[in-house]
């Protein structure tokens, strides 16, 4: 079975992204998408301040939110995914859950702020490229 998995933030590229793939496994019985949507990490900071259990509310509707929007675009394509959600640094979380999940490949939107701003400031897809253990397609 070919899995892919799909980097989503809600954004528009991360939203064209999640078409792209559900166009390439659409109408194919062996393929498998997943769909990660990697939350804020809470800082400790934070997390003295405020309750666990607000916290955690906050990430469940947070969560939510984006499920629903992956549902929005998936459905009227007839594509089914798996959700999962995690908190922390982007990059780490996408290349994690690839190599756990044994993805063949990983689909994901760039914000497309140019190779200086993208040096500078740093780039998700760009780490997710140096450290994935497989293909990853990047549509703007």
Known sequence: MYRILVASDGS?????ALAVAAEAV??????RLHVLSVL???DEDVR??????????VLAA??????AAVDAVLGPLG???DFH???GDPAERIVEHARALAVDQIVMGTRGRGPVAGWLLGSVAARVVQFAHCPVTLVR
């Not at 528009?12 to 064209?16: I, K, M």
């Not at 003295?48 to 509310?57: T, Y």
């Open 79 to 81: 594509v089914e995914a």
């Open 12 to 16: 528009a590229p991360a939203t064209r």
């Open 26 to 31: 659409r109408g194919k019985g062996e393929c």
């Open 48 to 57: 003295r301040l405020i309750p666990a259990a607000e916290i955690e509310r």
């Open 62 to 67: 947070d969560a939510a939110e984006r499920r």
């Open 85 to 87: 959600a995690l908190s």
């Open 40 to 42: 804020e990490a809470v």
